[in-house]
């Protein structure tokens, strides 16, 4: 069974940093694309991060240029979020997300997410 | 940076009947295009890939068509599990996704 699971969230200061990690298992990581999504209170979806199967490609939304560092071990089959200066725009759900493995467009796997709190 | 417009905002449809739900992208987006369900407090699933293919275990009930601009998730035979909200999302400027608002499909 595919299990995406995000740890490192929390109440977090203006400014400050948190890193989130999502630890996979029941595929073999890193034959696969993976991403960050991440849905604040309320409201719609919005992608953050890509990170290709190897760590060479990689992408960020504007939003968070900058600020925001993706990666990822291949042997730990674990994924990373390192998010700096914070600010309270940021506080939502985020999700670990894996592109399906054949699609141009889709996520076929989810972990249940993590909550950021960026509020002083 | 194209933007998706799902209509409608909300559907209130009976068990057994028919749902059809729309996302009309802002430029063309070809067949980039996915459908998700999201209940409360869960995190989306994967009902349709490349605007028509059905992922892995979703029934036959759901189905999605379009291309370039105009998609559409349809549902037939609702089910009372069924409620929850829609949400389409693009990948047409690889490997960047966006997302429509979403639609709420309420069963009474």
């Known amino acids: 069974e595919v299990q995406l699971v995000e740890s490192g969230g929390g109440l977090v200061q203006p400014g400050g940093s948190l890193r989130l990690s999502c630890a996979a298992s029941?595929?073999?990581?890193?034959?696969?694309?993976m991403n960050w999504v991440r849905q604040a209170p309320g409201k719609g979806l919005e992608w953050v991060s890509y990170i290709s199967t190897v760590g060479s490609t990689i992408f960020y939304a504007d939003f968070v240029k900058g600020r925001f560092t993706i990666s990822r071990d291949n042997a730990k089959s674990s994924l990373y979020l390192q998010m700096n200066t914070l600010r309270a725009e940021d506080t939502a759900v985020y999700y670990c997300?894996?592109?399906?493995?054949?699609?141009?467009?889709?996520?076929?796997?989810w972990g249940q997410g993590t909550l950021v709190t960026v509020s002083s | 940076e194209i933007v998706l417009t799902q209509s409608p905002a909300t559907l209130s449809l009976s068990p057994g009947e028919r749902a059809t739900l729309s996302c009309r992208a802002s430029?063309?987006?070809?067949?980039?295009l996915a459908w998700y369900q999201q209940r409360p407090g869960q995190p989306p699933r994967l009902l349709i890939y490349?605007?028509?293919n059905r992922a892995t275990g979703i029934p036959a009930r759901f189905s999605g068509s379009g291309s370039g601009t105009d998609f559409t998730l349809t549902i037939t035979s609702l089910e009372p599990e069924d409620s929850a909200v829609y949400c389409c999302?693009?990948?047409?400027?690889?490997?960047?996704?966006?997302f429509g608002q979403g639609t709420k499909l309420e069963i009474k």
């Open positions: 999302q693009q990948r047409s400027n690889w490997p960047m996704y966006t």
């Open positions: 029941g595929f073999t990581f890193s034959g696969y694309s």
């Open positions: 430029q063309s987006v070809s067949s980039s």
């Open positions: 997300a894996r592109d399906h493995y054949s699609a141009v467009a889709g996520i076929d796997s």
């Open positions: 490349d605007a028509s």
